[in-house]
């Protein structure tokens, strides 16, 4: 049968605005999270991540605000440039501790295209 | 300091074949991890290997099996390929296992016809 793709949410913006791209994550007991953004042909790039015991943490023209109640996650790029346009993809990490040691793994969300126009 | 090498970038395979797919982390990085991404499921965890070892698993059929060598490089084998497999096969090192950063690889994107 005719598969059906992800129909990722799309943020266009001018270039010198800020961005704002959200995300929900599953899993309550995840304790660290990661955004990664993903340019076409590559593998996802780390932007920057932040850890359960933390609200807010900023990076170079960005920053990640962690909600816990609502399990909302939320990367704001400041003075957006042509070069951010890609896809932006939230992961969260729960590490399960057994006899000492950690199992971890990303689940992903769906994806945001971010195009920055001139 | 190089970053998570895949070989090979592209490869093209007929259904009921098995192929193998490399990963070498970045030095130092000892976990690695394995992502299937598609445009029907997104990128989904596949498995992690520490120390030659498998720890976590994601739920995918036998047919997709992994190893990690004593210098951390790690292969995934798919066997008796299906259509559906064709994805972008992305690779992540990690400096341990568990909760830390993972960096990624440019990924192999495998087409089977």
């Known amino acids: 049968g005719e598969s059906v793709g992800l129909h990722l949410p799309t943020l266009s913006v001018q270039e010198g605005d800020n961005s704002i791209i959200n995300c929900a994550y599953s899993n309550s007991a995840s304790d660290y999270f990661i955004w990664y953004k993903q340019e076409s042909g590559k593998g996802p790039q780390f932007i920057i991540d932040i850890r359960s015991n933390m609200d807010k943490r900023q990076g170079q023209r960005v920053t990640v605000l962690l909600n816990k109640t609502v399990k909302h996650l939320s990367l704001q790029i400041a003075a957006t440039q042509p070069g951010d346009s890609a896809v932006y993809f939230c992961a969260e990490n729960w590490a399960q501790n057994a006899g000492g040691t950690s199992y971890g793994k990303l689940t992903f969300g769906q994806g945001t295209i971010l195009t920055v126009h001139p | 300091k190089a970053g998570v090498t895949q070989t090979p970038r592209y490869l093209i395979k007929t259904r009921g074949q098995q192929v193998t797919l490399s990963c070498s982390p970045i030095s130092g990085h000892r976990s690695v991890s394995w992502y299937q991404q598609t445009p029907g499921q997104g990128l989904q965890f596949l498995f992690e290997?520490?120390?030659?070892?498998?720890?976590n698993k994601g739920n995918f059929p036998g047919r997709f099996s992994g190893r990690q060598f004593s210098n951390s490089r790690s292969e995934m084998n798919v066997s008796t390929l299906e259509l559906g497999d064709s994805a972008l096969y992305l690779c992540?090192?990690?400096?341990?296992?568990?909760?830390?950063?993972?960096?990624f690889g440019s990924g192999t994107r495998l087409t089977v016809v």
């Open positions: 290997y520490f120390s030659e070892t498998q720890r």
């Open positions: 992540a090192s990690s400096v341990s296992e568990g909760n830390y950063g993972y960096t």
